[in-house]
């Protein structure tokens, strides 16, 4: 009985004086030195992160040669007349080039899209293919499809040509409207984004000196004018100086605009005002607008669908008041011979991008 006392007080002596010496085990932290068989002693590094193409991560990239790969950043400067290839990660990808390649159908331009990725070719540029590329992924639910805007990139590609300093326009007169209430821009824009560009006035001949606050040059766009008013009216052009070779732009019309937007204002008159049966008739519809919005003029009168009516619509830029530009657009109906079923309710209904407008008048 007392050796099996003892051995019980041995065993728990032992388990006591063990576990007083045990450490705690932990895990090594990421980067903490271990030691490898042999005693060497490396380096754990955390696994890096997989490149998803996050935002602010472009996946917009040009192809060089050898399979070489350039990563576009906001702006690039390239050579003219070599063909430029660029790519866009992703199943199904959305691209914006400059306007006027789709308006002539240029067959220079070409977009095929892959398993993995798109690819937009375009052959010969020229210094008129100055401009912002881009390219979006385009997410699909069902046939509802919309632009990702988180993954959306862009590089404004200069294509620099000492022969032609600004980006050239089929346009060789173009007109600049000012309006008192938003910003104007003087479309000059140039090839080699270090030519230094100033803004002249042709009659009287001068250079209107640029500032950070009313006038500003971006040579994505041109000359910005914030809130002109009617003093920079008139013929201007721009002056490009780069590796000291001089360069004149196009010519632009400068006009002062003061009409408020919104839907058409309309005015309706006869002539004459008063008829009879057998008589001609010409009834007016007028509207003052804006120089560049388009007006359309829906008729609706009696004999409609019944008998002939002559309907002639034009517009031309009249100046009303000092220095004032605006736009005069008119429907003039004409009815021959008139007779008992032309008499009764006259109806123009004017229409722009802002609304429209119905006015009507009575023929007895």
Not at 311 to 330: D, E, F, K, P
Request: aromatic share 8%; net charge neutral; glycine share 8%.
């Amino acid at each position: 009985m007392k050796l099996w006392v003892l051995l019980c007080l041995t065993l728990l002596w032992l388990e006591l004086h063990c576990g007083d010496c045990q450490q705690v085990k932990r895990k090594k932290d990421p980067g903490e030195n271990r030691i490898r068989p042999g005693g060497k002693r490396v380096k754990v590094r955390p696994p890096k992160a997989k490149d998803a193409g996050g935002k602010g991560q472009s996946l917009l990239t040009q192809v060089l040669d050898k399979g070489r790969f350039l990563r576009l950043g906001h702006s690039t400067t390239l050579t003219p007349s070599e063909s430029i290839e660029l790519r866009c990660k992703g199943t199904n990808i959305g691209w914006s080039y400059p306007k006027y390649l789709d308006t002539f159908n240029d067959s220079r331009l070409s977009i095929k899209q892959s398993d993995k990725y798109s690819q937009l070719i375009l052959t010969s540029p020229s210094a008129a293919d100055t401009g912002s590329y881009g390219c979006w992924v385009i997410l699909c639910d069902g046939r509802d499809c919309e632009k990702d805007h988180e993954r959306s990139y862009a590089s404004y590609i200069y294509f620099t040509d000492k022969e032609n300093l600004f980006v050239p326009s089929a346009i060789h007169f173009e007109i600049v409207y000012l309006r008192p209430d938003r910003q104007a821009v003087v479309p000059c824009r140039v090839t080699d984004p270090e030519a230094m560009v100033s803004l002249h006035r042709e009659v009287p001949p001068e250079e209107i000196q640029a500032n950070s606050t009313q006038m500003t040059y971006d040579p994505t766009k041109g000359f910005v004018l914030q809130n002109p008013g009617p003093e920079l009216q008139g013929v201007f052009y721009c002056k490009a100086v780069a590796k000291r070779t001089p360069q004149v732009s196009t010519k632009y019309q400068l006009l002062y605009v003061e009409v408020p937007s919104g839907p058409p204002f309309v005015s309706l008159h006869s002539s004459p005002e008063t008829v009879s049966g057998g008589d001609t008739m010409n009834i007016s519809c007028t509207v003052l607008g804006e120089p560049e919005v388009d007006v359309g003029f829906t008729w609706s009168y009696p004999g409609q669908d019944r008998r002939p009516v002559d309907i002639l619509s034009s517009w031309r830029l009249v100046t009303r008041g000092i220095g004032h530009t605006t736009r005069l657009s008119q429907s003039v109906l004409t009815i021959e011979d008139m007779e008992t079923i032309d008499f009764g309710n006259y109806i123009c209904k004017a229409k722009n991008q802002h609304g429209e407008t119905l006015v009507s008048i009575s023929v007895q």
